[in-house]
Every structure is written in C-alpha cells, then in structure tokens.
C-alpha cells in the first residue's frame, strides 16, 4: 500500500478523519450542558433525559460491528463519506424537533452515523499507518475524541446561553460538510477489488441483542420490575439473539465479528478494559453538566468551563503518551498507570455532594482525564497491533463497539440510579427547589463510585495484558497465541494468495518445507536458512511470505 512519505502529508491525509470523529463525538456530548434547557422547553422527563444520550449511543454502538465489516469489503473512503452524509441529516433533523419523541428518534439516525464515523475514522488509521507510527500520532486523535467528548459541554453551554439550544445540532453541519471536503482531497486509500458478502443475518442478531439489552437496562427499574414478565421478554429474548449470533458467526464466510479474534488474549483483554473506559467517558461528560447546572446552579456556559480540567488531563496525557510510545515501540506501562489514575479519579469523585470545594473537584476530573488519555486510544492500538491487516476493519470496531457499549449501558445504568433517588416532574434548573438540588448534588457520588467499581476490571485487564512491541509495517505480521512456538505469518497487501488475507497453513507445500525448522545442528540450520532465502528470492513480486521464529534452543 501506498502510504504519505512525510509527517506533513500524514497529517493532511488525516485531518479529514479527525474533523468527522470531532463532529461525531461533539454530537453526542454537546447536548449534556443544553439538555435541562431543552427538556424544561419540551416538557421532559428524567428518564428522557438519559435517554437523549442513551438512544444515540445505542443506535451507535449497535451499527459499529456492521460498519467495520463493511470496511473490510468495500472502499473505505467512501464509507466514511456515506457515514458523514448519514450524520449531517440526522444533526438537521435533530434540530427542528418539536417533542421530545422526534428528538429521540433523530438522535438515532445521528447515531447510525457516528458509529460509522468512530468505527471507519479507527481502521482508516490502521489502514494508513503501521502500529509503530499510530502510536505517534494516535496522541493527536486522543486530542479530537477529548475536544469532542468532554469539550462538547462546553460548546453547548455557550450556545444554549446565546443563539439556543436548536444550534448544538446545527453547528456540526458545517463541520462535517468540511469533513467531507477535506476527506475528498487528502485521503487516497487504494481500492481492493474483491468478492462481496456480507453477513446480513448475523448482523440483525448482533444488533437486536445488544438494542435488548440496552433497551432492558434503560427501562427496567423505572417502567417495570427488574425480576417481572417484561423483563424476562427482554434477557430472554437478548440471549436467543445472541447464541443465535454465535452459531452464525461460526458458520459465516465473511462473519460480522470473525470468533477467532477472542483466541487472542491481548485483544480480549484490551476489549474488555475497554468497555468501564467508555462507561468513565461518557458518564463524566454527561453527569457533570446536570451536577453543575442542576445541584450547584451554575449556567450552562460556566458548568461547561468547570468541565475543562478533565479536557486539559485527558489531552496532555493522551498526547504525551502517544509521542514516547512512537519512540518507544512500548504501551503496556502507559495503560496501567492509565488504569489507576482513572480507578482513584472515579473514586475521589464518589466522595462529593452538593457542596464539595470546586477547586478540589477540579483535581479529581484532572485525574480521571489523565487515565482516560492513557487509556482510550492505547486499548485500540493493543487491538490493533494484535492483528492482521485482514482483520483490521473488524478488531477496531469490535474494540469501539465494546466501549461504546459500556458508556451506553453506563449511562442507562447511572441514569437509572439518579432517577430512582430523585423523582421530580421538570428539570427546569430555574424551578426546583434547594432540596431537589441538594439532593441531585448528593446523588451524583453514588453515580461514580458504581463507575469506579467497573473501572476496577480495566486495572485487572491491563495488569493480565501481555505486551507485545508494536510493529513497524502495516503489513500483517502477527503472532496467533498458541504457545511458544506460535508461527509469525507476514502478509503483504494485494497479495494474489489466499485473497481473504486469513492465516492459513501451507507447511505441507514444497515452498514451506524449507521453513521446518528445529533444534538440529547450526550447520543444518544454516543450510535450511539458505535454501528458505532461495525460495523467497524466486517468489513473484507481490507475494506472500510466511516466517517462523527460530526456536529458543536456536537462538
């Protein structure tokens, strides 16, 4: 693959990506600081409340699966591009809502769009840069997802307090229109042409089980019982769909999410630490705007600005981070410190009520920034260093599929619990009354102990990765965890063997017996390694070449 030859030109090539995931992420955030503005003009509850986030992030995080395969099977570039289309009706949509079921239901076609654009903006960048160099520009795109994921209160404080709340879905037209424009010029991904076939059926299944689930957490608790009749409907029916799921994908040519990415354990684990990641990032951006507004009674544009020391820890961090893993090749370390800072924020953060020290929540949210830009896009680079180009498009939307789906059932699980301790009929902050905002102020504490709890199986995750130095080509070269002598298998793209780009075994061909290695003499190891570089330099350009580590009694 053709890739920029300067830093200058990697940049160009990017800034499109990082325009789309800043209007993608700001989409869903922006709404947090203008949210009680807008349920107390279109006589929301509560529970709409949460749901606002929670029907975009759904609707995100149930189409990310799909749109990653899709990525494997057709024009990236152009994906992306229908992604943005897709968002920019939804955000127009979005704003001419008269009630809160239109904007709900807008909010999902926003969603379906920004699945595409976190999930593609991901594999574009694998599919740009090797692992080794993500790693030095990954800080930048750490940066776009803070911007938009904790900066988004901020922009739509100043809008609520200025041209209205209408404009937090206006405003990203303009700048996924420029997405596009910048994407049509500067990126240039080669085109693979290749038999289509895409996993309808397991795509429905995955889907409608995570929408059950979801849609269960949302509602269980405040329309029905958590053990009744409408809750066994929604587990029962969310398992069916998902062991139907299972069998599926293991039958699939081209399946949705391939099965054999969870028989690596770095990519498992990464997954995994993932999801409490996205419970913390979503649930402090949406959280804090109603504790600032709603228990301590501030505007929307000054709760916004309380809100910048998570901005400023998690970009520092995020960027630093990325900088001395490029030098490096290492980023095991960065994730478990990462880990804790982000368990001690969350844990700090319990600790407050209505009336906490300002100064001192400030540290705390800096701390829980600071752990999420040492998290957040170092768990996708594990993933995506872990496997082959082939898988590329799937691993990282499975990997952003996983942690969309902890901040989605986060914020349905959070928002359950806030509901359930303060019942009042408006969110109207200009008319509820001291004791309704004391008793919000006091609520939110529980909200992020139960998010440090989860935060915890991230620290465990990480502790358990095993650390493989990132590699320098975006080739395939992977090693499949099965032991010490697991093989190493390089793939060079537009290769004319084995076009679905799988690892296959061709140890029985007469081109690999060459490759046979053991603990034989050095003069036989010699005379093998002699006859292995014959056969590559015969190989036609283009090739695939399938190396194995020397055993240890060799080296």
Not at 13 to 35: D, E, M, P, Q, R
Not at 132 to 141: C, F, H, L, Q
Not at 214 to 235: C, P, Q, T
């Amino acid at each position: 693959m053709s890739r920029p030859s300067s830093h200058r030109e990697i940049l160009e090539a990017l800034s499109g990506i990082w325009v789309a995931l800043l209007v993608a992420i700001l989409s869903s955030t922006i709404v947090s600081n203008a949210l009680p503005t807008i349920l107390a003009d279109l006589k929301g509850t509560q529970t709409q409340y949460t749901w606002v986030i929670t029907s975009m992030l759904l609707a995100s995080t149930a189409s990310t699966p799909l749109w990653g395969k899709l990525a494997d099977l057709f024009d990236k570039k152009k994906l992306l591009q229908a992604a943005i289309v897709l968002f920019v009706v939804g955000s127009v949509a979005a704003g001419f809502s008269q009630n809160m079921e239109q904007l709900i239901g807008f909010r999902v076609v926003q969603g379906l769009g920004m699945g595409g654009v976190q999930a593609l903006g991901q594999v574009v960048v694998g599919a740009l840069l090797s692992p080794r160099e993500r790693g030095r520009y990954s800080g930048y795109t750490g940066m776009v997802i803070s911007a938009g994921t904790v900066g988004g209160p901020l922009v739509g404080g100043f809008l609520v307090d200025w041209p209205g709340w209408r404009w937090c879905f206006f405003v990203c037209v303009p700048l996924a229109l420029v997405a596009l424009g910048v994407l049509h010029k500067t990126l240039h991904l080669p085109v693979k042409k290749q038999h289509v076939k895409i996993d309808y059926l397991g795509a429905t299944l995955i889907t409608g089980g995570v929408s059950l689930v979801l849609m269960w957490v949302s509602f269980a608790g405040k329309d029905f019982a958590w053990v009744s009749g409408e809750s066994a409907l929604f587990v029962g029916g969310a398992v069916l769909a998902i062991v139907g799921a299972y069998f599926v994908e293991r039958r699939a040519s081209a399946p949705i999410i391939p099965l054999h990415l969870f028989k690596n354990r770095t990519v498992v684990l990464a997954m995994l630490g993932g999801v409490a990641v996205g419970t913390a990032m979503f649930g402090a951006s949406v959280f804090m705007g109603q504790y600032f507004q709603i228990a301590r009674g501030f505007s929307p544009t000054k709760a916004g600005l309380l809100t910048v020391p998570l901005v400023l820890g998690l970009s520092i961090s995020s960027t630093v981070s990325g900088q001395l893993i490029a030098k490096s090749g290492r980023w095991k370390s960065y994730l478990v410190w990462g880990a804790f800072s982000l368990v001690v924020g969350l844990t700090l953060l319990g600790t407050i009520d209505h009336g906490t020290n300002l100064v001192l929540m400030g540290a705390y949210l800096a701390l829980v920034g600071v752990g999420l830009g040492l998290t957040m896009q170092n768990l996708v680079l594990a993933v995506q260093n872990g496997v082959g180009m082939a898988d590329l498009g799937a691993a990282s939307s499975t990997a952003t599929f996983l942690r969309s789906l902890g901040g989605t059932a986060g914020v349905s699980v959070l928002g359950a619990v806030l509901a359930a301790q303060v019942s009042t009929k408006t969110l109207d902050p200009g008319s509820l009354s001291p004791a309704v905002r004391n008793s919000y102020g006091d609520a939110m504490g529980e909200l992020f102990l139960i998010a440090a709890g989860l935060a915890v199986f991230t620290v465990i995750a990480v502790l358990l990765i095993k650390e493989q130095p990132l590699r320098d080509s975006v080739d395939d070269e992977v090693v499949t965890p099965t032991g010490s002598g697991a093989r190493t298998v390089a793939t060079e793209l537009h290769s004319p063997v084995d076009t679905d780009l799988r690892i296959v075994d061709n140890s029985g061909t007469v081109v690999d017996k060459p490759l046979v290695l053991s603990s034989d003499s050095g003069q036989e190891v010699a005379a093998r390694s002699a006859a292995l570089r014959s056969t590559q330099n015969s190989l036609p350009s283009g090739s695939r070449r399938v190396t194995q580590p020397v055993p240890s009694g060799l080296r």
